[in-house]
Every structure is written in C-alpha cells, then in structure tokens.
C-alpha cells in the first residue's frame, strides 16, 4: 500500500492512473478536494480493488494518524498543496495553511508512524515530495537551466510556500531520520489539467470564441513537461532515489507563452476549425502582467537522467497534441470542472488583468 495526497488533482490523479496501470499495487488517495480536487479525474479507476479514497486535510493530525495506523503505507507520495500563483497573489493564506503548516501536520504523523516500524520496513519506508522548479526563482535568458544545487529563491507566496515545505522535509531527514526524497518538476500539462493553468484555459477559451489572455509581452518561459512523464520520474525517484536527495524533473522543452499559445492554435485549426474558418490566434489579446512574474524556468534534469536513467517519452509537439485531442474528447469533464465558482473566478480575475 502507499498513501497518495492530493490524488484527486491534475497531477496527482495521473500518477494513480498509471501507479495502478503499472501494476503498482493498492494506493490510498487522501484528498480534502478543494475547488482543484475532482473525483471524476479518476472515475475509470475508482472501482479497482486496489484503489481506496479518504476525504480529509493532510493538516489534520488525527485524521492523518488513524489513516496511517489503518493503511500501513510503505510509502507516502505528498501532492497535495494549493498550486495556482495566481491564487496566491489574490490570496496567499490557504498556501501557508495546506502548503507549510499541512506538509508540517503531514510529516508529524508520518515521522511517528515510521518511528514505530519494524526494523526492515521503517528502512524500506520513503517519503516523496512533490515540489516545484519554481522555488529556484526565475532566470534571465541567457541564465544555464537550474540544477539542485541552484539557490533557493521563491518570488510568489505559492512559491514561498512550497519552498517552505521543501525545507521542512529536508529538516525532516536530517533531524530525525526520515527517509525522504524530493522532486522538483517544471510545468507539467496534460489530461485533467484543471482550466485555471495556460495550457487548458487557452484550449477551453479558444473553443467559447473568448479572448486568450497573454500576460504582458508573452515572451515569459516555461519548461513543459507531460504529465505522464513526471509520474515515470516519480515512480522511479520512489523505488531507486537516494534517501535524502533531490532530483530536478523537466523535459527540456523551454517555450514562451506566446509560443505555446501559438501552437494551441495551430492544433485547434487542424482538429477543431472554427466554423467562420477565421485562425484561433485571431483571438490572442494582451493584457497586464501578472505580478512578481518570474521571467523564465528551466530545468536540468542530468541527475534524474544518468543516476537514475529517466527519459521523458513525449515532447512538445506529441505532448500537445494528445493533451488538445483530450479535451476535444472529453466535454463531460470539462463541464464538471468549470462550475460557477470556477467561471466567477475567470470572470474576476481576467476582469482585473484587462483593467
Ligand atoms: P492541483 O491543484 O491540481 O491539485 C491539488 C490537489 O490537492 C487537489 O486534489 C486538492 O483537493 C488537494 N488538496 C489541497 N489542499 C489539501 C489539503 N490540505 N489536504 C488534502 N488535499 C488537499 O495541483 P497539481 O497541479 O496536481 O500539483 C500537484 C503537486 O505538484 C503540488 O504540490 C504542486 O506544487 C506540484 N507541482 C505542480 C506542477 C504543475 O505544473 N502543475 C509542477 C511541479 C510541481
Ligand atoms: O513551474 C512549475 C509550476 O507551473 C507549478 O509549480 C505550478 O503549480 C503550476 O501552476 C505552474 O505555474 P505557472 O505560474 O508557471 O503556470 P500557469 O499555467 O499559471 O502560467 C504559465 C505561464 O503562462 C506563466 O508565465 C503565466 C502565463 N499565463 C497564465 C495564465 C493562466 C498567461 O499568460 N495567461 C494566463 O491566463
């Protein structure tokens, strides 16, 4: 058994499709859903007898002892977390609340089950944190990609405070022992992708004829990874990382916004044309920056890659692809996502970003 945390999210949903695809064996999802949590993520896997959902709060102490003590995971994967910047900047407390103060909580409850293992399963045991390249700060263009000795530097409070949560896991180790591993991944895209991120809300804006809201110049670089390729480099941080090791995941495939945007659009004219046969990116507008807007990630993933032998199979264009066909596939779930509070959060926050 493992304990999945925030199983129910974009990233976290993928990993459990694939743990129990793979053959991976029983995992247990605790997820609180929060408005970015969806049980119809995993809808074609939630009558599999490997797989058990617990609603609840990773910062619940003794919600989170009693389902270690009834589980017995050999291994706790931790995605849960608040994960869109610019919900941070609108709001940064529940950051610090799920990101800081939970991962805390979490790591509590889990030091003390650990502590009370047999011998070989407590040295079998391992902790992985599901982190951010965002916490190394941003780079100039001309800057070499960021590796794990790179500095910490966080600019948002989502940022700060999954850095915060960084260090407490490493404290975690180096205090106390607990086998911990970290990984610090750049943007994954992909199915399930809630429609708050670039890639789904360009998607989604393009196919209801709505403006596709670039932030300042565009020229803003991210480093995409599919999503099914971070959870190959977490399954295999889980069974062969080095116990108190970070591990940088990225598949080299550095874009500026206006780029990805672009090439959206491209698809979306091949596969979906609009009926007045007018191109999508007639549909690209500009407007204000978002705050603090780091200028450029990227990722260098050589120590994943030789220690470990991690290859990302997809690149962008395959990456892309699949992930516009998904949600041309899938209206069902792209109507359970976008609910009134979802619409009232586009309508406010692109409301201010066009002022
Ligand atoms: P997401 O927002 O889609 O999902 C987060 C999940 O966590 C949701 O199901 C939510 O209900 C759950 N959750 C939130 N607070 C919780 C709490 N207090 N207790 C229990 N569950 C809670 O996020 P995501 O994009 O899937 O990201 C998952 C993890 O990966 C995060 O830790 C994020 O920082 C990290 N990460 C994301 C990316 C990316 O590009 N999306 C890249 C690198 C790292
Ligand atoms: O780098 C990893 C991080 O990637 C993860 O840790 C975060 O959880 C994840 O949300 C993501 O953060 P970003 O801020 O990079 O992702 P987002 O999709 O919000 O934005 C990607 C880029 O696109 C960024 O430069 C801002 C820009 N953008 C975003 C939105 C939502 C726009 O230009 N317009 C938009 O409407």
Request: aromatic share 18%; charged share 15%; glycine share 4%.
């Given at each position: 058994m493992i304990l999945v945390t925030g199983g129910a999210g974009f990233i976290g949903s993928n990993f459990i499709r694939d743990w129990i695809a793979q053959g991976g064996g029983p995992v247990t999802n605790l997820d609180?859903?929060?408005?970015?949590?969806?049980l119809a993520s995993l809808a074609d896997v939630a009558?599999?007898?490997e797989y058990r959902f617990a609603r609840g709060d990773i910062g619940d102490r003794a919600f989170v002892r009693q389902l270690l003590s009834d589980t017995r995971p050999r291994a706790v994967v931790n995605f849960a977390a608040e994960s869109h910047v610019d919900r941070s900047i609108h709001s940064g407390g529940e950051f610090v609340r799920t990101n800081v103060v939970g991962t805390f909580n979490l790591l509590e409850e889990v030091r003390a089950y650990w502590s009370a293992l047999p011998p070989a399963e407590q040295a079998a045991f391992r902790f992985l944190h599901v982190s951010t390249d965002e916490v190394y700060g941003s780079l100039d263009f001309a800057d070499p990609p960021f590796t794990e000795s790179h500095r910490y530097a966080p600019n948002s409070p989502y940022s700060a405070s999954k850095a915060a949560s960084d260090h407490l896991v490493r404290a975690a180790h180096h205090t106390y022992g607990l086998p911990v591993l970290t990984t610090n991944c750049s943007n994954n895209y992909g199915?399930?992708?809630?429609?708050?991120?670039l890639i789904p809300l360009m998607i989604l804006h393009a196919l209801q004829g709505k403006p596709l809201p670039v932030y300042g110049d565009g020229r803003n670089v991210r480093d995409w990874l599919y999503v099914a390729d971070h959870c190959s480099a977490i399954r295999l941080v889980l069974e062969k990382g080095r116990v108190g090791e970070t591990y940088n995941v990225g598949g080299r495939n550095e874009k500026s916004n206006l780029e990805v945007v672009h090439a959206i659009c491209t698809l979306l004219d091949e596969l979906s044309p609009r009926a007045d046969a007018?191109?999508?990116?007639?549909q690209v507008s500009y407007v204000k920056d978002r705050p603090g807007h780091d200028r450029r990630y990227a990722i260098d993933a050589t120590k994943l890659e030789s220690e470990l032998g991690w290859r990302a199979a997809e690149d962008f264009a395959t990456g892309l692809r699949k992930t516009v066909q998904w949600y041309l596939a899938n209206p069902a779930w792209i109507e359970g996502v976008t609910s009134g509070a979802y619409r009232q959060w586009v309508d406010q926050h692109y409301a201010q970003a066009a002022a």
């Open positions: 609180c859903l929060t408005y970015a949590g969806n009558a599999r007898p199915p399930y992708h809630f429609p708050e991120k007018v191109p999508y990116a007639a």
